[in-house]
């Protein structure tokens, strides 16, 4: 019973996938990430005295330089004494009723001691330091990640690395190179290092080279397809143990079938064998898509009797235990001697309704009752964290840390960490069904919308679709807050006086301030008649092609207007100089400057009345004709009168 709950747990915080298939081709954006994360560790020895009615705060050494607190814990291997109170605190550690270790994220645990005399407390405080990288997937799936010594006073021995991708994300781990080009995910390669050396599921890799891997460029490399996103809560169960035995020298392979609204993700595995000491070495190992070795015993055990009426005998017992992925596995053995083999199958089903507060889970009787062990698990992408967790009966269990508490006449496991928990809903005949409540605090994912100069958008309106739809309006600085309280992929887009004018598609948050250029430039206008002379006080009008305003002003002196936010797009301006209308149709994609000739010749002097062009011409055709009118008439009367003088000389002579 004490190695199912080993396995048991290191499965619920590793599971991770449906079984794998045949490759498929890459998405053309980078835009998955992985995350690296880069964790040295210190543990020493401290002496904490107390007095009566004593408090002490014990705090953590400042992060050594480009790292950050991860957690401190303080562990006291036989119990915390009863009579010292922890009252500043984030998670203990308990089992069975003894406190053993209490954990702090921001660096600080308070103590109170109540007893009446001195008190001296051995205890060993561990700091753990963390520094993270975000890694593009490319279209190739390999991600390098650079391993070397940290700085001091740290060295390779103190650092762990581990890289994960969103559940939710179409990616797997597919394999992990070493620096020297070997398949650290192969058999054969992590039976030669300590179970803990390499930690793997599909979606996770943990590196701990305090177990002599080497230092360098490893590569990681990624599988996609749509069929490996998993959901970020789910049920995980152990419906049954099977018994199994291989034969000298044989291959066998195993699976196991589940109801039909659950998934195999896969299988703890056991190998164990018990024979006289001079059998040979006990060559079986597992393949499967992806194995995890997790751990390795081989022991001596002697039986002997009173006297030497029957001579000792010396067995010996080895176990080793995998945790493999998908829905087969396969045993092969290399040994002269039968192998016995322990597997149990776990399936997992996709629960949890998304709140602004948290994840509400409601857990039936019909979910379990096939299960031997039954757990709810939930993994939170990075912006997310995990607060408390409230059980059906309003019991609240989010202090608890790798526990195992009493629980009717057995012991029930659970563990919350900072983004990821496990809490245990069947234990054989005990079990808690009904509704429980994950309590969840999301960082809140702040949308900078900016124009193509870098320049803020108000009053910008910015909506998130995806598994919840989110809408917000940005304020002076151009920015919005979003509760992305349901995690998975978002498209989102930034509409502007009513035009679209930015779009980004969010498939993995690795940073809470986003920033968003949308298709906003800046105009400057200037109005000028057919001469090239400037026309102030021109009223502008600029209309989407549907006829929608989406501004309007006036030139001033030079005849120039200035539009510091106008969308980007096909327009249609509308230029009104007094009594005259001028329209013109462009094309906005970039900030510039238009120079508009506006259908204007001149104006009437002192009346200030402007004419067309048009108008201009058929004014000065008017002009024209009138003139040579009056040139003919005044002729006519010329010669007129010239005649008629004529007739009055001569008669007069």
Known sequence: MKYSYLFTVLAILSLTLL????????????????????????????NLNFQENDVKEIA????????????????VAEGIPSDLVAIRFDRKIENNGAVTSLISFDGYIKLAYGGKSNLTVSAELKCSYIRTEWKAIPSSGRVIVDVYPPDEPFNLENLTVRVSVDNYAPYIISDVRSPSGESILAPEFQEMLHPNAVKADLKNLELNFGYGLEDGSYEVIF??????ELPNVFLAKEVEFYNGTINAFETKTFTASVASDWTTIGYIVVLYSLHPVGGGKAEVYVEASMADYVYFEDKIIRIEG?????????FELWVKAYIVYGSWFKVVSRFKKPVNILYAPVAIKKVGEWTRQGVKIRVSENDIKDSIYAYLVVQLPSYGKIKNVITPGGGALGEYKDSLLPWASTVRAISVADRQA????????????????????????????????GKPLRNAIVRLRGPI???????????????????????????????????????????????IECRVYSLEIETVDMWGNALSGTEIVVKTSEGKTVFSGETGKGGLLKIE???????????????????????????????????VAFEIPFLGIPLSKLESIVATASTLGLGFT????????????????????????
């Open 60 to 75: 953590a050494p400042p992060p050594p330089a480009g790292y950050k607190l991860a957690y401190m814990e303080i562990t």
């Open 223 to 228: 599988k996609y397809g749509e069929e490996y």
């Open 19 to 46: 079984t794998p298939s045949p490759a498929y081709a890459f998405p053309d954006r980078e835009a998955y990430y992985a995350k690296v994360d880069y964790i040295v560790s210190s543990k020493f020895i401290i």
């Open 306 to 314: 009173v006297s030497y009426l029957i001579p000792p005998l010396n």
């Open 422 to 453: 496990y809490i245990q809903i069947k234990n054989g005949e005990a079990a808690e069904v009904g509704t429980y409540f994950i309590e969840i605090e999301w960082s809140p994912i702040r949308i900078k919308a900016v124009d193509a100069d």
């Open 630 to 653: 009056s040139f003919l008439v005044s002729r006519k009367k010329k010669k007129r009168e010239e005649e008629e003088g004529l007739i009055e000389l001569e008669t007069f002579e």
């Open 565 to 599: 936010q106008i969308p980007g797009g096909e327009y249609n301006i509308e230029a009104y100089y007094k009594r005259i209308k001028t329209d013109f149709s462009e094309t906005i994609d970039s900030s510039k400057k238009l120079r508009l000739e506006l259908d």
């Open 469 to 515: 739809d989110i809408e917000g309006e940005t304020g002076e600085d151009g920015i919005v807050e979003v509760s992305v309280y349901h995690p998975g992929i978002y498209e989102v887009d930034v509409r502007y006086k009513s035009v679209y004018v930015g779009e980004a598609k969010l498939f993995t948050i690795t940073n809470t301030d986003i920033e």
